[in-house]
């Protein structure tokens, strides 16, 4: 079979039925039944391959995983409910009491919370490095650091971090190399290349790219993998079968949708960076970025997400989004709709301006998922309500 990406995402499929069904269907089932007593016992020993429990595995959730898998670059994967609980199951499987993480302070607002709330329940500490202070990352490195963390490109600001830098990093003090690859989609860059030993995305962005369902995935070494499966298996998180059909099916389109993005997302950005109103524009592939030798060392394309400051801080990005017409309003990404966000109204209100500022989200920051449309029509509709 091709290994090629796209063929890959579209011909990766459960085995057929008694049916000769040309698309998977549904396994809304929750569980499986065994031939006999043995049967039963031998497949919950593991000496069987099969689906026991659709808490443990289901025929769509598998189809889902094995391609996202092979699109990483993948020994082994496990689907979950929700992009944080992909995160959170993650951490808590392989993290003990005592443990200590190493990450980028650019991160999604749930993760920071994970961070700072809820793993310190646990004696389980973080210390952050900023976006431009990754030759700081070996000085935080403790007897107890086990992970080492980071999400590329970052949310909201699209900063970019050096996967192979950091990954070498990683190596060098044994950690578990983790990241969080949402933004970019397996299409667009493959961590693992880099040295990642994990990989994370919320399916929920333009993985389904249509805004329909939630779900997320881990994806990587098998071994740690293996911990992750155990700690899901038994404490729930697991996607739903309908979500993973669903997703998968998203899969097989994944490439095409994502080079309009992103061939929409550049004409956004060089028009923002040519408007008045506008004091910078943050993009991977356009030149003025500050880490656009990285984004296009490790990146194939730029993303759909364009992050923007608005001349006249706070006030002047909440008349922007007031103004907005056609653009949706909301705090998704990654959808067939373009999508504009304030975050220190909306998202990120509640932190602190120091701590906004920490990871570069100033009062005027706005992020624009890019959508599917036509690229002059969401340039009018950015460019009229810029003009208020």
């Not at 040295?195 to 881990?218: C, E, F, N, P, Y």
């Not at 599917?372 to 009018?380: F, V």
């Amino acid at each position: 079979m091709s290994k090629h990406f796209e063929t890959e995402a579209i011909r990766k499929q459960t085995e057929r039925s008694q049916f000769s069904e040309h698309s998977t269907p549904l396994y809304l089932t929750s569980s499986f039944v065994f031939d006999d007593a043995e049967d039963m016992r031998a497949s919950f020993a593991e000496e069987k391959e099969r689906n026991l429990y659709s808490r443990f595995t289901n025929p769509n959730t598998t189809e889902f995983v094995d391609k996202i898998v092979a699109m990483e670059g993948a020994e082994a994967g496990y689907a979950f409910a929700t992009g944080m609980s992909a995160i959170f199951s993650s951490f808590a499987a392989l993290l003990n009491a005592g443990d200590h993480v190493v990450s980028c302070r650019s991160v999604f607002g749930s993760t920071h919370s994970m961070f700072t709330k809820f793993l310190p329940k646990w004696n389980i500490e973080t210390s952050y490095f900023k976006v431009e202070e990754v030759d700081l990352i070996e000085s935080l490195i403790k007897e107890n650091t086990k992970i080492l963390y980071i999400e590329t490109p970052t949310n909201p600001a699209v900063d970019i971090l050096d996967l192979d830098l950091i990954g070498k990093i990683a190596k060098k003090h044994n950690l578990i190399f983790i990241v969080d690859n949402c933004f970019a989609t397996p299409y667009i860059q493959q961590p693992i290349k880099f040295g990642a030993d994990l990989v994370i995305h919320s399916a929920t962005k333009l993985i389904d790219g249509q805004g329909r369902v939630l779900g997320g995935v881990t994806v990587g070494n098998k071994e740690l993998m293996r911990e992750i499966y155990l700690f899901a298996r038994n404490t729930g998180p697991a996607m739903s079968p309908f979500n993973a059909w669903v997703l998968s099916k998203s899969l097989e389109t994944l490439s095409i949708r994502v080079e309009k993005h992103c061939e929409n997302a550049l004409k956004v950005a060089e028009f923002l960076e040519s408007n008045e109103n506008v004091e910078f524009v943050k993009y991977p592939f356009l030149k003025s970025h500050p880490q656009y030798e990285v984004a296009k060392n490790q990146m194939k394309l730029g993303g759909n997400i364009v992050a923007f400051e608005i001349k006249g801080g706070i006030e002047a990005g909440r008349k922007f989004l007031d103004a907005i017409k056609m653009c949706s309003l909301s705090a998704n990404l990654g959808d067939t709709r373009t999508i504009v966000t304030h975050p220190s109204s909306t998202t990120h209100g509640r932190l602190s301006l120091e701590d906004r500022l920490e990871v570069g989200i100033t009062d005027g920051l706005v992020r624009v998922s890019v959508g599917l449309e036509h690229a002059d029509d969401i340039i009018a509709d950015i460019k009229q309500a810029l003009a208020l």
